[in-house]
């Protein structure tokens, strides 16, 4: 397992705007799908964004499609997610996490292993 790190979470108005970053102790990330996750309370974990490092395939789950964006930075072994049109619903611990896997892993909890901390964003309406 690598030690990941996520960073970024904080309170904003609802239509604002948050970025997360996310930063993994390996350093070749190329055989590696990273993601993004959440977890309101009283709620499951979600997948809301993934990708597989090396190709840059991405997915997204239908409630952020046009707000949220993936992007990553292979020197800093650093995962980002831009989080635009903030939504009170979108209210959650986010969480990262990483899995060795050739391409883009299915974006859902039980198939990653290393998890970071988690980030809070609350967003007020």
């Known amino acids: 397992q690598v030690q990941v790190v996520e960073s970024g979470g904080g309170l904003v108005q609802a239509g604002g705007s948050l970025r997360l970053s996310c930063s993994v102790s390996e350093l070749n990330l190329d055989y590696y799908s990273m993601g993004w996750f959440r977890q309101a309370p009283g709620k499951d974990r979600e997948g809301v964004a993934c990708i597989g490092w090396k190709g840059g395939i991405t997915y997204y789950v239908d409630s952020v499609k046009g707000r949220f964006t993936l992007s990553r930075d292979n020197a800093k072994s650093t995962l980002y997610l831009q989080m635009d049109s903030l939504k009170p619903e979108d209210t959650a611990t986010y969480y990262c996490?990483?899995?060795?896997?050739?391409?883009?892993?299915?974006?859902?909890?039980?198939?990653?292993?290393?998890w970071g901390q988690g980030t809070q964003v609350t967003v007020s309406s």
């Open positions: 996490a990483a899995e060795p896997h050739r391409g883009l892993r299915a974006c859902i909890p039980s198939r990653y292993t290393s």
